[in-house]
């Protein structure tokens, strides 16, 4: 029996170990990761771990003693480098080859490079793995003034941050709101209220078009629209793209993201793709494709495609959910709240707390919450359920959504 190869350790493939022996695998479960420590999260990398408020140990999933204790055999610093899909076989890093029963991509996904001059000046930085997050946080205590290049979630995340320790944040912004991607209107228009409260200074519908450098170190970004913005520490954060060259040159199906099925199943019936790698038929979106790039989508696929290699199989139909904390605001997003075609409030932004209940094709798609757990709750049970809600029901502020939820 040749087992269970999983490339990637990140919290998919991580995660994807574990519930195979959760599930009562038995056979061997072995997990390639191309970073040489053992698998963490990395959530905290651009919120507490950054603050140095977390250390490498909190960030761990598992000790060493836990692959032990499952019989998973953990090979860090080990990529997989091509599929033989003939043979069944991949070949490692190492120039080793394996044979696999099942194969399950979990490779995730890299910053998106910027394509400007100055992008390799010293002091600018992205941020991914615990290695660039460990150097941020080295460079942090020296910088003057700092330039994030992308208002997403991480660039946001690492502002908040910054702007606590006194160091004067610009954010410049290629279109005209923040978050603009993944969130609403009102919501985007209340965390560019509160972060320009704190002191973040933005420049939107500004692409960069050069980093200024002297002596081989930043000194500025160039933008088109809005002049030159000064800063020796540029962060870029202009999104990701999902690492799918061997799914590539194997000749998999893949088009931004490896193409799965419903059960996760690749264009090979012998290999899976789960978390930031994989585009997958989702019935949030009326069955449309989706990657979705989030803590809780790669953890419940990896359950899923665990369970369906135990003998249990089922389609992917887990509700969507993510969060993001900047500074004190914690944002919580149930569902796929974007394209939707009506936003409606509950709760008022002036007070901190509310709710975005987003409506799409006649029903609630999604709900962007912000510091209002209750409701990020009921919406997660609303979607799953599948119960009905009106835009009136949502918006009146005396309607037990418990209630209807529950
Ligand atoms: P990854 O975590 O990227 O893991 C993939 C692993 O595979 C990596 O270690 C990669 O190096 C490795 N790999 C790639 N190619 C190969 C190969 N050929 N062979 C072997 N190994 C390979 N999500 C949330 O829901 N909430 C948050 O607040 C949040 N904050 C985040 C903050 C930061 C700074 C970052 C970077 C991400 C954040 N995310 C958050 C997103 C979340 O962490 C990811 O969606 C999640 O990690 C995806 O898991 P994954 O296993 O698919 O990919």
Redesign the pocket.
Known sequence: MSGIVI?????????AAASLRDNGYAGPVVL????PEL?Y???????AYLDGKADDEMLRLRPQSFFDEHRIEYHPG????RIRRAERQVE??SGRRLAYDHLVL??????RVLPVPGADLDGVVQ???RA??ADLRRRLSGVRRAVVIGAG??GL?FAAVAVQRGIPVSVIEATERPMSRALSVPMSSFFRAAHEAKGVRFLFDAPATRITGENGRATGVETAGAGHVEGDLVLVGIG?VP?V??AVDAQLAVADGVLVDEQLVTSDPHISA?????SFPTPFADGRRVR????????D??RCVASRLAGRPASYAAVP?????QGSLKLQIAGLSTPHEEAVLRGAPAGGAFSVFCFARGRLVGVESVNRPADHMAARRLLAGRIGITPEQAGDPGFDLKALAS
């Open positions: 490339a990637g350790a990140g919290q998919a493939g991580f995660q390639l990761g191309d970073e698998p999260q990395r959530p905290p990398l651009s919120k080990e990529s997989l480098v490692l890093s979990a490779t995730g996904s890299r910053n941020l991914r793995t660039d997050a979630f991480i995340e990701v690492n060259d061997a789960i978390g930031d790698c994989a979705i790039e989030s803590v809780q989508n790669a953890a696929q990896a959910w993510f969060w993001s904390d």
